[in-house]
């Protein structure tokens, strides 16, 4: 058997990281079938079978999880040892993991979370998935529900609302059509609505979140946006009312044990106070310019 190498290792723990090859495409930098690829060659490589594929997705096989819990150990090693040779140049890193919307929020504002005069790195990661902060994965993450795993701090910034939006004065026909991720990519109970709700009306589907802000944008139809997302932006109209099933909380979460170093609590205070400075367009409440 040829030697599986670490960058093998690693696409397995991204593609079960995120439930399918997309994210853990974008992840990697790669294509869905290069990593799909990949993956196939490490089973054949070790000869078992890790993943069970399907229409939603990459769900672990006995052998899988046994494999990836291993895995994260070695993973959480090696962060270590590269932290630790990053702070050996003066440049230590915090990791902050957080879905599409959130880092969006972020990138709009990055000079509340981070700028030049740091003396520390800011690495963003994008996923729709739960924030776990499982051995050293990120620094500072965001949920949507009240962890419960004992090693994790938790600080509350407010509920988060979700509407459909369309182009502003579109015509009614938008009224029809319906845009969505693909089944696999919807992982949030927003981004499976349309698939629950408006099936046979989903004239667009694509892999990425963020694409449903610029096809709605550009009047190709009508997507479920945050609130914060879509109220803020001028071409965009509330189709409806709020869809008050889809409202749920938020929390930033930060392991306990690195909680007060300083790099990680600047980050982590810089971060609450930004979200908690939009609370009110989280939680649905449209700028005065939208009443």
Known sequence: MKDVTWDS?????????????????????????????????LEQGIGRQLFVRSQTGYRLTADGQALFEQLQAMDAVARKVDGWRQEAHGASVVRLMAGTWVTWLVCENVQAIWSERDGFRLDMSVSERRATLAHRESDVGVRAVVPEEPHLASRHTGDVAYATYRQRNAPEGLASAWLAVSEEDAISPYLRWPHEQAAASIAVIVSRPRSLLDLARAGAGQAVLPCFV??????????????????HGQWIVTNSEDRHRREIRTVSERFFRLLKSHADLFAGKRPSRNV
């Open 9 to 41: 290792y690693q696409i397995f723990l991204a593609v079960a990281r995120h439930g399918g090859l997309t994210g853990a495409a974008q992840a990697n930098g790669l294509s869905p079938a290069t990593v799909g690829r990949r993956v196939l060659d």
């Open 230 to 247: 879509g109220d803020l932006d001028p071409g965009l109209e509330r189709a409806g009312d709020e869809l008050k099933q889809l409202r």
